[in-house]
């Protein structure tokens, strides 16, 4: 069940100053979203989406940061993507699955609207207007999984945490999300152990890549930690 931390005041969607797609929407398909749909602020640490639960609804981040995350056994998990505000949050799950395959978590404060996914899928995915940006959506997420898999199956564990340390910087966030991650967090990113992501960290940190300052990571040598990325 999606928690319901805090209700806000719905916007009208001819009012909401956040991106979606709904230039491309009828007025009518608009009103039917608008009587369809709820908005909630939901608090850092809470769970959206829980991995194996029944799609009932589309989430569309307004505001804040979400990580995407594949729960498994003796709390290994893996955190395969990190959402930013004004992003859907699982268009790929549209078709025939009826259940979601991650985990959706706040690390932020966050504001979400939900829509329900019958109608949603009648004014978003029927609409001849809009099949472009659908279709660019879940292709840009395939694409971004599969270079995901390529680092994760053919880099060592000083190139898995470099090229996580230059995504997780690159100018695609608005917001420090590298230091909103905990050290835990940032090894289930980078697909190694927390333990060797400390030490590969101070290595770095020695070596004049990065700078740590009150557990506070900034990068000093992106040009090292691009060659690192690529070689590792």
Not at 24 to 52: C, F, H, P
Not at 124 to 140: E, V
């Amino acid at each position: 069940m999606l928690p319901m931390i805090k209700l806000s005041n719905i916007e009208n969607c001819n009012e909401c100053k956040h991106k979606c797609i709904k230039n491309d929407l009828t007025t009518n398909s608009m009103q039917l979203i608008n009587e369809n749909k709820s908005e909630q602020e939901i608090l850092a640490g809470e769970v959206i989406i829980r991995q194996g639960s029944f799609i009932s609804q589309i989430a569309y981040l307004k505001k804040g940061v979400v990580k995407k995350v594949i729960e498994g056994k003796n709390d290994r998990n893996t955190i395969i993507k990190i959402i930013e505000g004004e992003s859907f949050l699982a268009l790929p799950v549209l078709g025939s699955v009826d259940k979601y395959p991650f985990s959706i978590v706040t690390l932020t404060d966050c504001k979400i609207c939900f829509i329900k996914k019958d109608i949603f899928c009648k004014e978003f995915i029927h609409n001849k207007n809009i099949g472009g940006f659908l279709i660019d959506s879940i292709s840009d997420d395939y694409n971004y999984m599969y270079g995901k898999m390529v680092t994760i199956s053919t880099r060592n564990n000083h190139g898995k945490l470099a090229t996580a340390l230059l995504y997780l910087t690159d100018n695609i966030f608005k917001t420090d999300v590298l230091n909103t991650l905990s050290r835990k967090e940032l090894s289930e990113f980078s697909s190694i152990s927390k333990e060797s992501t400390n030490k590969i960290l101070q290595q770095m940190n020695h070596d004049g890549l990065i700078e740590i300052r009150r557990d506070k990571i900034k990068i000093k040598r992106r040009d090292l930690l691009e060659k690192l990325s690529t070689v590792g």
